[in-house]
């Protein structure tokens, strides 16, 4: 018991003191999680939507594809990414491995299909009747694909709040691919790792109270937007 | 002079190989108010759906102002059409975001219009409530005023006052009846009662099991039917 409360106190005087590495850390992290998150959203909920929506061939296929990659495993998704973006990988060019971009791109690959999935399942959800209705009202088939996600933006925030979880605090992926770089690729969650490998557990559980710190306010920043939207 | 707005030749549908419409010949007039009563499972929501277009027909044809339609239908002419659904589906919003949806997905801006359509239905004032602080029967009230702001050529009415209380169910036929005599559209109207059919009807058609066993005047629907089964229904002794 005695470790968790230096480790609170340790959190708490990191914080006040607005430790330098600490900051940077956390920037990182936000800066990190945040573009993923944007990126897998902006590609992932209108594929999401179309995928619900849409009657195309190879429909069912793609919904499979996108249920087994919300339980894709982060270092495998690291791993990919890593292969992907080595020296003799097809992206080697870029020159991205063990940057933030890199640590960017793996997160996206594990955000987008959550935020494709369930906005799918989110606009399923919405009923035939309604759908029916928006076309009796005159609506073309994007005006209707439109309306109907927008009566499921219920649906599309928990989408988008399923995938800030879980990258928000995923460590394999960016560990492969970031290579935890003190002040270039170090984030939240592999400073966490490292220090509990050097022992130094309360500094790992305070650096674990600041993470839970920003899922907390990040949930709560989204769930702010979503009283908002209801009416 | 009147034409026919609706023709209907040879017209069938089946779901899952169920045969649940099946009529040879049906003509709706223009600026008419035809009422189709039946019991429920008639097939009457599906003849309404098909005269919307929202639905191809399993065989046969539809006509509409002499052209035949085939499927999917342009979009010009399915928003010529616009239907009050048993069951009101209301977007969340506002009352006035319902009424001028319509509108708004054809590109209109015509606040005016909306006003109207609010103050025919009884709901003046109401624009600015959340449609989630409604009744039921100010929900259908929506609803018609959501289907009529577009001005369309077609109005289908599908049980528009099932579940209502007598009151709005006045309100609703009152605003249906104004409609009628003021807009010039064609009001195709499916109720199970036979009462409300009798207020409002020009013409009836009996549909029974998918069959049109009888079109008629309303007078003569009423007083002397020709059918035995429609005498039947039109005495309440129909058993379904």
Same mark, same amino acid.
């Given at each position: 018991?005695?470790?968790?409360?230096?480790?609170?106190?340790?959190?708490?005087?990191?914080?006040?003191?607005?430790?330098?590495?600490?900051?940077?850390?956390?920037?990182?992290?936000?800066?990190?999680?945040?573009?993923?998150?944007?990126?897998?959203?902006?590609?992932?909920?209108?594929?999401?939507?179309?995928?619900?929506?849409?009657?195309?061939?190879?429909?069912?296929?793609?919904?499979?594809?996108?249920?087994?990659?919300?339980?894709?495993?982060?270092?495998?998704?690291?791993?990919?990414?890593?292969?992907?973006?080595?020296?003799?990988?097809?992206?080697?060019?870029?020159?991205?491995?063990?940057?933030?971009?890199?640590?960017? @791109?793996?997160?996206? %690959? &594990? +955000?987008?299909? /959550? #935020? $494709?999935?369930?906005?799918?399942? =989110?606009?399923?959800?919405?009923?035939?009747?309604?759908?029916?209705?928006?076309?009796?009202?005159?609506?073309?088939?994007?005006?209707?694909?439109?309306?109907?996600?927008?009566? @499921?933006?219920?649906? %599309? &925030? +928990?989408?988008? /709040? #399923? $995938?800030?979880?879980?990258?928000? =605090?995923?460590?394999?992926?960016?560990?492969?691919?970031?290579?935890?770089?003190?002040?270039?690729?170090?984030?939240?969650?592999?400073?966490?790792?490292?220090?509990?490998?050097?022992?130094?557990?309360?500094?790992?559980?305070?650096?674990?109270?600041?993470?839970?710190?920003?899922?907390?306010?990040?949930?709560?920043?989204?769930?702010?937007?979503?009283?908002?939207?209801?009416? | 002079?009147?034409?026919?707005?609706?023709?209907?030749?040879?017209?069938?549908?089946?779901?899952?190989?169920?045969?649940?419409?099946?009529?040879?010949?049906?003509?709706?007039?223009?600026?008419?108010?035809?009422?189709?009563?039946?019991?429920?499972?008639?097939?009457?929501?599906?003849?309404?759906?098909?005269?919307?277009?929202?639905?191809?027909?399993?065989?046969?044809?539809?006509?509409?102002?002499?052209?035949?339609?085939?499927?999917?239908?342009?979009?010009?002419?399915?928003?010529?059409?616009?239907?009050?659904?048993?069951?009101?589906?209301?977007?969340?919003?506002?009352?006035?975001?319902?009424?001028?949806?319509?509108?708004?997905?054809?590109?209109?801006?015509?606040?005016?219009?909306?006003?109207?359509?609010?103050?025919?239905?009884?709901?003046?004032?109401?624009?600015?409530?959340?449609?989630?602080?409604?009744?039921?029967?100010?929900?259908?009230?929506?609803?018609?005023?959501?289907?009529?702001?577009?001005?369309?050529?077609?109005?289908?009415?599908?049980?528009?006052?099932?579940?209502?209380?007598?009151?709005?169910?006045?309100?609703?036929?009152?605003?249906?009846?104004?409609?009628?005599?003021?807009?010039?559209?064609?009001?195709?109207?499916?109720?199970?009662?036979?009462?409300?059919?009798?207020?409002?009807?020009?013409?009836?058609?009996?549909?029974?099991?998918?069959?049109?066993?009888?079109?008629?005047?309303?007078?003569?629907?009423?007083?002397?039917?020709?059918?035995?089964?429609?005498?039947?229904?039109?005495?309440?002794?129909?058993?379904?």
């Amino acid at each position: 018991m005695e470790i968790l409360k230096d480790a609170l106190v340790q959190a708490i005087g990191l914080l006040l003191r607005f430790d330098p590495a600490l900051l940077e850390i956390v920037w990182l992290t936000l800066r990190v999680s945040g573009s993923a998150l944007v990126l897998a959203c902006l590609a992932g909920v209108p594929f999401g939507a179309l995928l619900g929506l849409a009657k195309f061939p190879g429909r069912r296929w793609l919904l499979v594809l996108v249920s087994t990659g919300m339980g894709l495993p982060p270092v495998v998704a690291g791993l990919i990414v890593y292969l992907l973006l080595s020296r003799n990988g097809p992206l080697g060019g870029l020159d991205w491995l063990f940057t933030p971009n890199a640590m960017i @791109a793996a997160q996206t %690959v &594990l +955000a987008f299909p /959550l #935020a $494709a999935g369930l906005t799918s399942s =989110a606009v399923q959800e919405v009923p035939a009747g309604l759908r029916l209705q928006i076309q009796s009202l005159g609506a073309t088939r994007w005006q209707e694909r439109w309306l109907v996600l927008r009566e @499921a933006r219920r649906g %599309v &925030l +928990a989408a988008v /709040l #399923a $995938a800030f979880g879980r990258i928000i =605090a995923e460590v394999g992926a960016v560990l492969l691919v970031g290579g935890n770089v003190a002040g270039k690729t170090r984030v939240l969650s592999t400073a966490i790792v490292l220090e509990t490998r050097q022992g130094n557990f309360a500094l790992a559980l305070a650096l674990g109270f600041v993470l839970l710190g920003l899922a907390l306010l990040g949930n709560a920043i989204l769930l702010r937007l979503e009283a908002g939207s209801r009416s | 002079m009147s034409t026919a707005r609706y023709q209907v030749v040879g017209l069938q549908k089946s779901y899952r190989g169920r045969l649940v419409l099946d009529i040879p010949r049906l003509t709706i007039m223009d600026r008419e108010l035809f009422v189709i009563v039946g019991p429920s499972g008639a097939g009457k929501s599906t003849l309404l759906r098909l005269l919307h277009f929202l639905e191809p027909p399993s065989r046969g044809e539809i006509h509409f102002d002499g052209q035949r339609v085939s499927f999917p239908p342009p979009l010009a002419l399915r928003r010529q059409i616009s239907m009050v659904f048993q069951r009101p589906e209301i977007i969340r919003g506002t009352v006035w975001q319902n009424v001028a949806l319509g509108l708004r997905l054809r590109g209109e801006n015509r606040p005016e219009r909306v006003e109207n359509a609010l103050e025919m239905v009884g709901l003046s004032g109401f624009g600015d409530l959340p449609v989630n602080t409604l009744s039921g029967g100010e929900l259908q009230r929506v609803a018609l005023a959501r289907a009529i702001v577009v001005a369309p050529r077609v109005i289908l009415l599908d049980e528009p006052t099932a579940n209502l209380d007598p009151h709005n169910v006045h309100l609703v036929e009152k605003s249906i009846r104004d409609l009628h005599h003021t807009s010039g559209a064609t009001i195709v109207l499916v109720t199970h009662n036979i009462f409300q059919a009798r207020r409002l009807a020009e013409r009836v058609g009996f549909l029974l099991n998918g069959k049109l066993v009888e079109v008629s005047p309303a007078e003569q629907f009423f007083e002397n039917p020709k059918d035995e089964r429609s005498r039947a229904f039109v005495r309440g002794e129909m058993v379904y």
